[in-house]
């Protein structure tokens, strides 16, 4: 996998975690009382949107060695 690829795999990611980690926060998890909660409510939106940007990531990395595959296919 190249530099730019993994690059553009990351931002991708990292993108949907961003707005997982948003809608999570804004729609889910109740506004905070104390910091306990607010530490709670920030460790769970960042567990779940480590899990879909981690997921979008290898996602983008399987569809770009697809398309890969499928030009050496057509030169072929």
């Known amino acids: 996998m190249k530099i730019k690829e993994s690059i553009l795999s990351g931002v991708i990611g990292g993108g949907m ?5 948003f809608l999570i926060n804004y729609f889910l998890l109740p506004v ?14 960042g567990l779940m949107s480590g899990f879909f940007a981690g997921g979008i ?10 398309k890969k595959k499928m030009t ?3 030169r072929n």
């Open 32 to 45: 905070p009382h104390n910091v306990l909660e607010n530490a709670i409510g920030n460790g769970i939106s």
């Open 57 to 66: 990531g290898v996602f983008a990395y399987i569809s770009s060695q697809e």
């Open 72 to 74: 050496k296919r057509r």
């Open 17 to 21: 975690g961003l707005l997982i980690s």
